[in-house]
């Protein structure tokens, strides 16, 4: 079961970056069109440009991502004793390559993993969820981190972060050049074109309006489903679904995160700023309620 997981997260990948690059082209096929009457030429700078982008960031994830949370590194176990022996032990049982560690300095109790490949992954912890957990606890949250570096969770939420980003600067670009006066469309061009180009301006409008929202949302939607089956992978690592149980407890009974940085907001084991959206549609993890609720019936 596991391992079938792990080959059908590898085909996602490859999915999952063929759908973002599609986006990526329309966003920059639309912001081509609006401001420089060329669907192809935006189409192909975005393209290119969000591809060296996505690939630079993804190559750099653990050192982007862990900046962006202002995490800090430990290289000996004397720094923090505990969290180094208990994400040793469960990489060895998890059978993966020890990863990096680090520390966030934020009361609220909360982890995270990363990274491209289990080669090169990282798992991160708060000052606060070594303080609130006991070693039991400790174990499930770091077995949890452990099953999305196995089962290649981390490649998926990497990529997807890394494009949702791209995305993000397109239309930042777009909209930030139409405030400076560009994008005017001669009046006779529009009423030579017609309806279609009505329809293609608008279409283009649209997809800059809503190119980042669908992106979150995939990416969104993507943390929800793969935390069910990291909270599965970790019993099956620890043969003890109430460790995890008792540390999804106090994470989710905590205080938001002082410091996380909301774009990887969707990689911590928990929501580290404790908001519920409507309609889960823009949770960036499932009802902890319901997480628990499966984890008793294990």
Do not use: C
Not at 140 to 145: D, N, S
Not at 197 to 223: C, D, K
């Amino acid at each position: 079961m596991l391992f079938e997981q792990i080959a059908r997260n590898k085909r996602k990948t490859i999915f999952l970056l063929l759908g973002f690059m599609i986006l990526v082209t329309l966003v920059g096929a639309a912001i081509g069109y609006l401001f420089f009457n060329s669907l192809e030429t935006g189409a192909f700078i975005a393209l290119v440009g969000g591809a060296i982008y996505a690939w630079l960031m993804i190559e750099q994830s653990t050192e982007i991502i862990m900046n962006m949370n202002n995490a800090q590194e430990i290289t000996n176990p004397s720094q923090a004793p505990q969290l180094w022996n208990v994400v040793e032990d469960m990489a060895m049982v998890a059978q993966v390559p020890m990863p990096r560690v680090f520390i966030i300095d934020d009361a609220s109790p909360n982890a995270f993993a990363t990274g491209s490949n289990p080669k090169k992954a990282a798992v991160a912890a708060t000052t606060g969820i070594l303080d609130r957990l006991n070693r039991e606890e400790l174990e499930g949250v770091m077995a949890h981190e452990m099953s999305h570096v196995r089962n290649y969770d981390i490649r998926i939420s990497t990529i997807a972060l890394a494009l949702t980003a791209v995305i993000s600067m397109l239309v930042n670009f777009g909209s930030n050049f139409w405030f400076l006066g560009g994008g005017n469309r001669d009046e006779d061009e529009r009423k030579e074109g017609g309806q279609f180009q009505i329809l293609v301006m608008l279409l283009s409008v649209l997809l800059m309006i809503f190119g980042p929202l669908v992106a979150t949302i995939i990416q969104l939607a993507i943390s929800r489903n793969r935390e069910y089956l990291a909270d599965a992978s970790a019993v099956a690592l620890t043969r003890n679904p109430q460790g995890l149980i008792s540390a999804l407890e106090k994470i989710s009974n905590s205080e938001p995160m002082q410091h996380a940085d909301p774009n990887s907001a969707a990689l911590y084991i928990e929501n580290p700023f404790k908001k519920k959206s409507f309609a889960n549609l823009f949770s960036t993890h499932p009802a902890t309620s319901d997480r628990i609720a499966r984890l008793e019936k294990m």
